[in-house]
Structure formats: C-alpha cells, structure tokens
C-alpha cells in the first residue's frame, strides 16, 4: 500500500532555531518527492520537487533531502523566522504505466515562537 | 489571472442542498485537480482532469460528487444533497503537465464549505 508518513506530527521551536521534518515513504515505483508550506487557511505553496537521483536541494532556507534506498525525506529549516509558521507536507508521486498518482501526507504542524 | 481563482471562498449551504464549486486555473495549465481538506486533516484527492484524457475520478467518495472541465479550462465541482461531512475546504489546482511530472502544482485559496 503507498503511504507517506511525516513525523513529528507537530513542532514547536524559537525563532532563530533550525528544525527537521521528516517523511518516511512506501511508494512504489517511485517517481518523485515535494515537500509543500501550507499556510493556515491557504492552499499549499511548493518548497522543493526532487526526482529518483538528486540527494539535497535548497530553496533559500529550505533544504530537502532525500535517500531513495531507505525512501526517506527530510526537510531543513535554518534560522527559523515567525513566517515559517505553517504546515509542511510531504507527497511523493508514484507512477505504474499510465498510472500516476500523488500520496499526500499529513503534514508537520511547525509553529515558531519569539 | 496570475494564479488559481476559486469561488465562492466560503459557502453555507442547508443539508440537502446542491452546491457548485467554481475552479478557474492558471491559463495554459493542462491538468487540473480537486482536492478537499477537513479540519485537522491532510489533503484528500478527490479528482483530476489533464487535458483530453478521461478524469481520474478514483478519489470522489460518493455519487453525489461529481465534476467537470468545460474546454479545458474552468471546472466545476458540484455536491448534490450535501451532507454535514461534506463540510471542508475544497482546493482546485492545477499545473502545467499531468501528475507524476516533474512540474509544479498551484493552488487556489479554496472554498471553504459549511453544510448546517
């Protein structure tokens, strides 16, 4: 069964700190990775896309990664602003021929504190 | 317009009633998908249209949904005999190519729905 897990479920840190988010994936075949910000109450901006062969992209002070081998995902927030406060959602497209299909997951709830 | 544009951004509607939901997308976009958020909880696919080729209509949870794509542009949603669980936000979006493809999906805003 395709499943996106994200963890943790939800996160509090202080401005200024960084943070991870992890996604853990069983999707198969793989075709590739997004991670998006969704801002309370709007619908879902996208950070970073990242296919089967690229390890780390950044977007400013976003940086992702992903293993393929152990279908794994993380997401690196550096110096965290007030702004970042939001939901981060990670979903992978898997594709079967004709088939393709994004498996969305929950999200990480990231609130920032001054 | 520059982005997505959905409408109504909020509708309150009485159990039982129709309700249409109104997707114009990015101009040029070819594919399009509706996607529903509860309160709390992750996106939840509902539909997709790209292009010419038949919807993937897998993620509609009744036959009271339903949806369509008139020219390859604007999209209604509609929910027949609306429930008290129909009541989420409702996202359209859309991109330049089909699912799978390494593009990226705008959003709309969403309608937020209330069913009382």
């Known amino acids: 069964k395709n499943q996106v897990e994200q963890s943790p479920q939800s996160l509090i840190i202080l401005e200024g700190k960084n943070c991870t988010l992890q996604?853990?994936?069983?999707?198969?075949?793989?075709?590739?990775l997004r991670w998006y910000k969704q801002d309370t109450g709007r619908g879902p901006v996208s950070l970073t896309i990242?296919?089967?062969s690229e390890n780390t992209k950044s977007n400013g002070r976003y940086t992702a990664t992903l293993d393929a081998d152990t279908k794994q995902s993380s997401l690196h927030i550096t110096a965290s602003q007030l702004s970042d406060s939001a939901s981060y959602i990670c979903?992978?497209?898997?594709?079967?021929?004709?088939?393709?299909?994004?498996?969305w997951g929950l999200g990480t709830s990231l609130a920032v504190n001054p | 317009g520059a982005g997505v544009s959905q409408s109504p951004s909020n509708k309150v509607t009485e159990k039982g009633k129709d309700v249409e939901l109104r997707c114009d997308p990015i101009s040029g976009h070819t594919a399009l998908y509706w996607y529903r958020q509860s309160l709390g909880q992750g996106l939840e696919f509902l539909i997709y249209?790209?292009?010419?080729?038949?919807?993937?209509k897998s993620g509609l949870p009744s036959d009271r949904f339903s949806a369509e794509r008139t020219g390859g542009s604007v999209s209604t949603l509609t929910i027949q005999r609306t429930q008290q669980e129909d009541s989420a936000v409702y996202l359209c979006?859309?991109?330049?190519f089909g699912e799978g493809a390494i593009t990226e999906a705008f959003f709309g805003q969403g309608t937020r729905l209330t069913v009382v």
């Open positions: 979006a859309s991109s330049l």
């Open positions: 249209f790209q292009g010419n080729s038949a919807p993937d």
């Open positions: 979903v992978v497209s898997a594709e079967a021929g004709n088939n393709r299909k994004l498996i």
């Open positions: 990242m296919t089967f």
């Open positions: 996604c853990n994936y069983t999707v198969s075949p793989f075709s590739n």
